[in-house]
DNA sequence: CGATCTACCTGATGGC
DNA sequence: TGCCATCAGGTAGATC
């Protein structure tokens, strides 16, 4: 579900809520969430660390422990991070409950249980989680020159789309956002990345970079099933700032006569306006 | 090599 | 009301 803009949203709110809490007792329920340890493994170098840190590398969250280890946390389509009081029920589908011994929870609720939680050594973070260290540049995080992004389309002959989707190129973008900024930059997703004008580069770098930004201040996009709900349960609004994405034949909001376009790629669907993006 | 599928799951929705 | 097919923000791995 989250892409890029929910998980910085949640990674915001996680870095003002949960810094310097230190972890009293974690639970863990069913057997699909933390599946890369025992869930002894797993509770043991949790309880009674502090969180010191929360970084995202892409749609990854790290919270960084005062014992040198790292929790890593994947939300992938359904997964959502919830600051609850201790007393809140547990709602369906909740998979790990932390308590802070400051009071209060984070809980992670996965109905899919495609999600992941984890905890790794800072020191070999590159080799317990090689899916982290393969990822490409981060966009917000570590914004790179518009000749380097060049450099990467050129380096890297494919379909725009898949390019933004690529995880090990730019990491963080996923199937809403890459219809967003193709549709921001004017570019059909089927257009190949070494066909573009150095001009067309440099549109859809600028379209990649503000349309996640602008993303972030809304605090991300939720969708009509509320998938995604940022730490304290509320929905984001960029979803109505949404050009393209779930707009199939309704006017496009830039020439108003087309109506958006629904395709196939790769097997997801994909929402653009055939006249203003060529 | 890329393109295309499949698997991993639950739940919402729409057609009949 | 039920039943079945389809679809959903992601990703890894198999197969063609």
């Not at 932390?98 to 800072?122: A, H, I, K, M, N």
Request: aromatic share 8%.
């Amino acid at each position: 579900m989250p892409e890029l803009p929910e998980v910085e949203t949640i990674r915001r709110e996680l870095e003002r809520d949960v810094i310097g809490k230190r972890i009293k007792q974690t639970t863990v329920h069913g057997t699909r969430t933390v599946r890369r340890q025992t869930k002894k493994q797993f509770i043991s170098r949790l309880e009674g660390a502090k969180i010191t840190g929360v970084d995202r590398k892409g749609k990854y969250l790290l919270l960084q422990l005062d014992t040198g280890d790292v929790v890593i946390i994947h939300l992938r389509m359904s997964g959502q991070l919830l600051r609850l009081p201790n007393k809140e029920p547990a709602i369906k589908h909740t998979h790990v409950v932390v308590t802070f011994t400051q009071g209060g929870q984070l809980r992670f609720v996965d109905p899919r249980t495609f999600g992941e939680v984890f905890v790794v050594s800072g020191e070999n973070l590159a080799e317990e989680a090689p899916e982290l260290a393969t990822l490409g540049v981060d966009p917000v995080e570590e914004p790179i020159s518009w000749t380097d992004f060049a450099r990467l389309m050129m380096a890297n002959p494919m379909k725009l789309k898949a390019f933004l989707m690529d995880q090990n190129l730019i990491a963080g973008i996923g199937n809403i956002y890459s219809d967003e900024i193709l549709f921001a930059a004017g570019l059909r997703y089927d257009r190949m990345t070494d066909t573009l004008s150095s001009q067309e580069i440099r549109r859809l770098y600028r379209a990649l970079v503000e349309t996640l930004h602008e993303a972030i201040k809304y605090g991300g996009s939720t969708l009509a099933d509320e998938g995604y709900v940022d730490l304290n349960g509320r929905p984001g609004e960029f979803q109505e700032h949404h050009k393209v994405y779930a707009r199939d034949r309704q006017p496009c909001r830039r020439c108003r006569r087309n109506q958006v376009t629904k395709a196939k790629f790769q097997g997801r669907s994909t929402y653009f306006c055939a006249v203003c993006q060529v």
